[in-house]
């Protein structure tokens, strides 16, 4: 009889886990979409991971994409990566960092590195993955992805002590709608 | 009429196999056997075959799949190291930053591919030297890859010359220490595949050897059976050639003596030598008594061609054995008295019937007397003996017959041949004593044919035993005997 008592409940107690679980993994999956559409708007800036750099002011970050910061503080030179005109992602940057036009930035980089005032020339990949490998490769590279296709290959840094998706983070790109 | 003899005490039944028929039976199955054998050697030697074969495949399979497949491998490994390199220099053609990301994948991809076949070596890695070269190697590729990381970082940056310059000072050298590693193993698989191609050599060699040798060997045990088949046949035939021949020359001879004295007496007659009544009697007598003893010699070799067929059976009856003894003693008896001759008879008293053929029986007592009397020698005494005893052979009653002598007796090497037709010692014919050999085997056919036996004791110089072996009527009562029975040439003449 005893016996019997313990068999039922160890029965709904496990029914009780089994219903809880699913429940809970329901409600990711209803998260999991919104989360996701938000890590698409998000814009990150990334680095390679063996930078020992994991967090920059917007107006460092801004000096770094101008060109005028020639190098990390491991003494790596810094490789600025730059997606093709006509990225959403560009555009964002454009906006947001350089707060320039495409004239503007060409202009900027021309006359930055006939004077000598910009140290760095951007490399321009025409792919967010091609970028990604690129980062990937060169240690002192730093560029930007949607943080959806950022993976473990690269390192996000905090800008404003803020990761993408962190309440007030301040860089985003409209949703993906192919170019 | 033949001397058979045993020696020593021994006993040696008439029914006991002869070498001879041992042979011929040997022989009758001889081809069957040798096929047997032949077809065991075939079998033996297959298995032989069949086991190296298959070692040799394994080998074979061994060697494949562990240098060959090894040596793929390494050049597999050899072919990613060099795209390794080659795609890390690729990107110095371009200044196009996505041909640059797609020339450090190839090149990634192959670091990768080698990696892996790193790992693979040293998980199969058996041996030391093995094992050390395997770890140079890893070790060796991983500060390639250092340098490759760093080339590639530079052209990627754009600093192509600063990516030449390191390539050639460090990567140069790196990867010439990855390509020695890899030439070492590469020799080591050489250097295992070279020894076990030795081993496949050397089991192939062992292979040929073998079948070689049994084949060598079933030849020559074949070759040999076959000619001591042949030999023991040939020798069978030889001999018996031989005694057929003395065969002749005896009965000749015995036909000779009696048709000598018919002859002369007939002569004698012709030419009125002979004159009265008294010496007409005389010689009509030896004619008769002359003629007789020829009857008496050709009756035997007929008797004995007749008993030859082991199927002829002859017609038992109840036998009063102390009647049909004393009737052969009363036969004999002209024959003993006039050899000098004294005759100890003993007949154990109420001796039941025997179940035998008279006639049969008088012919084999009448052989043992005479055959007492011809071999022995110097002395003159015989004793005959009849009583009941116990079988063990047979596990019955039976009534024993025995003849001793006090004469030559038997040698023990020709115990065995006493009861064979046409045989006789070489001794007795060197003692020119006349016979045909054929007594003691007509009288062993003649006893079997009653269910009885002759067995012989005997030793050289001190005389033989032979000894007759009747069943008795009790045991087997008349109207058990076959009805069928038919007499096959043995009624005494």
């Known amino acids: 009889m005893l016996r019997r008592a313990h068999v039922l409940v160890i029965f709904v107690c496990a029914a009780l886990l089994g219903g809880a679980l699913l429940a809970c993994s329901f409600g990711f999956a209803q998260l999991s979409a919104p989360e996701q559409s938000q890590a ?58 350089y707060h320039m036009d495409e004239t503007e930035f060409n202009n900027h980089f021309l006359h930055g590195l006939f004077t000598g005032e910009v140290f760095v020339s951007p490399k321009t990949l025409s792919t967010p993955e091609g970028a990604r490998k690129f980062i990937f490769n060169v240690p002192g590279a730093i560029g930007y992805l949607r943080a959806s296709d950022v993976d473990k290959t690269v390192k996000i840094i905090r800008i404003d002590e803020r990761l993408p998706g962190d309440k007030g983070y301040k860089l985003h790109v409209p949703p993906r709608e192919g170019r | 009429m033949g001397r058979e003899r045993a020696s020593r005490g021994e006993a040696l039944r008439g029914t006991t196999t002869r070498p001879a028929e041992t042979w011929g039976r040997f022989s009758r199955y001889s081809s069957a056997l040798l096929l047997f054998f032949t077809f065991c050697a075939v079998a033996v030697v297959g298995l032989f075959v069949i086991r190296d074969l298959r070692r040799a495949d394994k080998d074979q399979q061994k060697m494949y799949t562990g240098s060959v497949l090894s040596l793929h491998r390494i050049a597999d490994l050899e072919y990613q190291t060099q795209e390794t390199r080659r795609s890390t220099l690729y990107a110095l053609s371009t200044a196009d930053s996505n041909l640059h990301v797609k020339y450090a994948d190839q090149s990634r991809e192959a670091d990768h591919l080698v990696s892996q076949g790193i790992t693979a070596y040293l998980a199969n890695a ?16 991983s500060t390639y890859l250092s340098v490759r990381d760093e080339v590639l970082a530079s ?57 070689a040798g049994v084949l060598a060997i079933t030849l020559i045990a074949t070759i040999a059976s076959v000619w001591t088949i042949q030999r023991i046949r040939m020798t069978g035939a030889i001999e018996l050639a031989e005694l057929q021949m003395e065969f002749v020359a005896s009965v000749s001879h ?40 020829m009857m008496e010699l050709v009756d035997q070799i007929l008797l004995f061609s007749a008993t030859k067929d082991r199927k002829s059976q002859v017609p038992l009856a109840s036998l009063d054995v102390p009647e ?64 009941l005893s116990h079988s063990h052979l047979r596990g019955r009653r039976e009534i024993q017959i025995a003849v001793r002598d006090r004469g030559i007796g038997i040698a023990k090497s020709e115990l065995a041949r006493v009861f064979e037709p046409f045989y006789r010692s070489p001794a007795v014919v060197a003692e020119q004593i006349h016979g045909t050999g054929l007594g003691l085997s007509l009288s062993k056919n003649i006893a079997e044919a009653m269910g009885g036996e002759l067995t012989v004791q005997s030793e050289l110089g001190s005389g033989s035993v032979f000894t007759l072996h009747l069943p008795i009527l009790e045991d087997n009562p008349a109207s058990e005997l076959p009805p069928e029975a038919r007499v096959d040439g043995t009624t005494e003449k």
């Open chain 1, 40 to 97: 698409e708007r998000n814009l990150a800036i990334v680095v390679n991971q063996s930078n020992p750099v994991n967090e920059l002011t917007m107006a460092e970050l801004r000096r770094v994409f101008l060109g005028e910061r020639g190098h990390w503080p491991n003494g790596r030179r810094i490789t600025l990566v730059m997606l093709e005109p006509g990225w959403p992602e560009r555009a964002a940057v454009l906006s947001s960092i």
């Open chain 2, 155 to 211: 052209i990627l940056e754009g600093s192509a010359k600063e990516a030449v310059d390191r390539d050639l000072t460090e990567g140069v050298e790196s990867f010439d220490r990855v390509r020695q590693d890899l030439a070492e193993v590469e020799r080591v698989y050489d250097q295992q595949a070279s020894e076990q191609l030795s081993s496949v050599d050397a089991t192939s060699r062992r292979t040929i050897i073998r079948v």
């Open chain 2, 324 to 387: 049909i003894l004393h009737s052969v003693l009363q036969q004999t008896s002209d024959l003993v008295r006039a050899s000098g001759f004294q005759i100890e008879v003993e007949i154990e008293p109420a001796l039941p019937e025997a179940r035998a053929n008279a006639p049969g029986v008088a012919r084999c007592l009448r052989n043992m007397v005479v055959n007492a009397v011809k071999y022995s020698g110097e002395s003159r005494w015989i004793g005959v003996r009849a009583s």
């Open chain 2, 254 to 293: 015995e036909l000779r003596t009696p048709l000598a004295v018919i002859s002369s007496a007939a002569d004698n007659i012709a030419d009125g030598v002979v004159k009265g009544g008294d010496d007409l009697r005389k010689y009509g007598a030896a004619i008769q008594n002359q003629s007789r003893q």
């Open chain 2, 126 to 141: 058996r041996t030391r030297n093995e094992l050390e070269i395997g770890r140079r190697l890893e070790q060796d590729w």
